[in-house]
């Protein structure tokens, strides 16, 4: 029996050891028995989470499907395929860090990450467009990507500062600051909120730490975008989720991604 601990991973020399499945393998496998197939890898991708906005990006956009790439990937043909669209990869860093991994084998090198959070403070409104600075790692895959378990995960600085201009030059507002990342929607409890506020950070959300903690090993670049969708900031919950406001501002955050990657 191994010992309980609070360490993650549990091994505790788990980063000085070779992955016994590697990225190369699982995207060679998988070409080989046909489900991945040849086609023209993007630049860049766009990962996002919620049903509506997918639908609305292909039913406005001119776009081809890729199968066997996520749930739904589709290159965005008006930017000459430089630049896709995933979606439909369920909510939580496991499995759009896997889909991540995946992307980085096949040669994308950007990848903005756009989607909803919670507003963790008072002075946060529904609809606030928030681009993420650094994310808090309260979630189990960037243990396993970053071996210091204290360095917070962080963004693309340049990506970041292209995506900041281009929403300055559309003349969307937005704020910045960190994310609170955390697995266990139903678990964030009223302390840890008031000790996040206190801390200044901004939104709480389930991906962000693992696609930065991704990124910074393999060597691309990820940024981070949210539409505040609900706000917990009264220590109670006040959804919006599927307001206008909320779904108006995740598209136009959308484009805005689109314009800094094309």
């Known amino acids: 029996m191994f010992p309980i601990t609070m360490r993650i991973p549990s091994f505790p020399d788990k980063h000085k050891s070779r992955a016994i499945v590697t990225p190369q393998e699982h995207v060679a496998y998988f070409r080989q028995q046909g ?5 023209p890898v993007p630049e860049s991708v766009i990962f996002c989470y919620e049903g509506n906005l997918l639908d609305q990006i292909t039913s406005t956009e001119s776009v081809e499907q890729v ?10 043909t008006e930017t ?4 896709a669209v995933s979606g439909n990869n369920g909510i939580g860093a496991p499995g759009v860090s896997m889909l ?8 994308v090198k950007r990848f903005i990450n756009v989607g909803i959070a919670g507003g963790l403070q008072k002075t946060s409104h529904i609809g606030d467009v928030v681009v993420c ?7 189990g895959v960037s243990y396993h990507y ?3 378990p204290l360095a917070p995960a962080m963004p693309s600085k340049n990506l970041t500062a292209a995506l900041t201009k281009t929403l300055e030059a559309d003349g969307i507002p937005y704020t910045q600051g960190p994310t609170w990342t955390i697995d266990a929607f139903f678990r964030e409890t009223v302390a840890e909120i008031q000790h996040y506020q206190q801390k ?13 903690a991704i990124s910074t090993l393999r060597g691309v670049d990820m940024a981070s975008g949210f539409v505040i969708s609900d706000s917990v900031a ?6 919006q989720i599927l307001a206008q406001e909320t779904q108006e501002h995740l598209f136009r955050l959308y484009q805005a991604v689109r314009t800094t990657l094309q």
Do not use: K, Q
């Not at 000459?80 to 630049?83: A, E, L, Q, S």
């Not at 600075?133 to 979630?139: K, L, M, P, V, Y």
């Not at 200044?200 to 930065?212: K, N, Q, S």
């Open 35 to 39: 489900f991945i197939p040849d086609f």
């Open 67 to 76: 199968h066997g790439v996520g749930g739904g990937f589709y290159l965005l």
């Open 80 to 83: 000459d395929n430089r630049v």
């Open 100 to 107: 991540l991994e995946i992307c980085i084998e096949l040669g």
């Open 133 to 139: 600075t650094s994310a808090i790692r309260d979630e």
């Open 146 to 148: 970053l071996e210091d």
């Open 200 to 212: 200044g950070v901004v939104t709480v959300e389930m991906e962000a730490a693992a696609l930065f």
């Open 234 to 239: 009264e220590l109670v919950w006040h959804p």
